[in-house]
């Protein structure tokens, strides 16, 4: 059986036609207020002739809207004339999370990024998560996840990437970061099996990660590198007719390399930080400190850093429970 078989999930939207179409996937779902009815995933293709495919999504958490927002204005944007190969975009891709601005999907809980490869009979998050990766990946040569920090974080502008076996797949993947120009890159040593980057290594497709500022906001400086970095990655790769792909900045590369780069909170309470994106920091350094006002006589906790390194990512709601990442870090990175 084919994975487009398998999946409960049906296109309006036919992947072999030259063009422009929108549409959706339909994803059947029967609930009490509609029995036969089925979840709009919306998609749309942008074809002209044959060529290599770049798959583009957004909203695979549903808090994280930057992308969502450079998605939706490509598709009104991008035409045909302009456009050489395939150019798939998914700007909702958990639909049930994005709808309701939240990072997991309100029917299954489901995290679509903690999800691949999928089920075809399993959850609705776990649904969507198998037509990805199989069938959209599985079209696809290249492909950019765009991300942000979410309600819980705040990113430096960073593009995210991962280390292949094959040294070609590397070059590629390397080739694209440059052409995102972000002002930031992180390398990941870990590899997480059931992330979006995981599933497109699966297909063998080249893939980077976008994590672009957060804080359940739209900014205009994170969204100035959204566009402009997906449409680089456009041109670089041959899929514009008018490239310009030169960025404005040079990305600093670092390498997230160990788990003491992420800075979480041993105790509950509010957090007061002591230093700021894009800051240097060293190991031992004050990161902030843990107050708790239901007891305002108890002595606040100090945090400090477990390594040296660069802070790109930090917590935004002051109140922190146990276990909540506050900070996480890189290092420069020579490649
Ligand atoms: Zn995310």
């Not at 700007?91 to 997991?104: D, E, F, L, S």
């Not at 906790?301 to 390594?307: L, P």
Request: a negative charge.
């Amino acid at each position: 059986m084919t994975v487009a078989a398998r999946s409960p999930i049906t296109s309006e939207i036919d992947f072999h036609a030259d063009g422009k179409q929108s549409g959706f996937l339909r994803l059947p779902h029967s609930v009490h207020r509609s029995a036969y009815g089925w979840i709009p995933i919306p998609i749309a293709q942008v074809k002209n002739g044959d060529g290599p495919t770049l798959f583009l999504m957004s909203g695979n958490h549903g808090d994280e809207y930057e992308g969502q927002v450079t998605l939706t204005k490509l598709i009104q944007t991008l035409e045909p004339e302009a456009v050489r190969g395939r150019i798939i975009l998914l700007p909702m891709a958990n639909y049930p999370a994005a709808k309701v601005g939240m990072r997991t999907s309100p029917i299954d809980d489901g995290n679509l990024n903690r999800s691949f490869p999928g089920d075809p009979e399993g959850s609705v998050t776990q649904i969507i998560a198998h037509y990805i990766e199989h069938l959209l990946l599985g079209l696809a040569d290249y492909s950019i996840d765009l991300h942000s920090g979410g309600s819980s974080l705040h990113y430096l502008p960073t593009v995210l990437f991962g280390e292949r076996k094959d040294p070609a797949e590397n070059a590629t993947i390397l080739k694209m970061m440059r052409s995102f120009g972000a002002p930031y890159a992180c390398r990941f040593a870990r590899s997480a099996e059931h992330v979006s980057s995981a599933a497109a290594r699966r297909q063998g497709v080249a893939s980077l990660t976008v994590e672009m500022g957060g804080s359940g906001t739209v900014s205009m400086e994170s969204l100035k590198v959204a566009e402009e970095g997906v449409r680089r990655v456009m041109a670089s790769f041959g899929f514009l007719e008018n490239p310009d792909v030169v960025p404005e900045v040079e990305t600093r590369v670092l390498s997230v390399s160990s788990n003491e780069c992420f800075l979480y909170a041993g105790e509950e309470g509010l957090f007061e930080p002591r230093v700021e994106l894009a800051d240097s920091v060293q190991a031992e350094q004050l990161a902030g400190m843990i107050h708790t006002p239901e007891m305002p006589w108890k002595p606040s906790i100090e945090v400090r850093f477990k390594t040296s390194g660069l802070v790109v990512c930090k917590r935004v709601p002051a109140r922190v429970e146990r276990g909540d990442c506050l900070f996480h870090l890189g290092t420069d990175l020579a490649i």
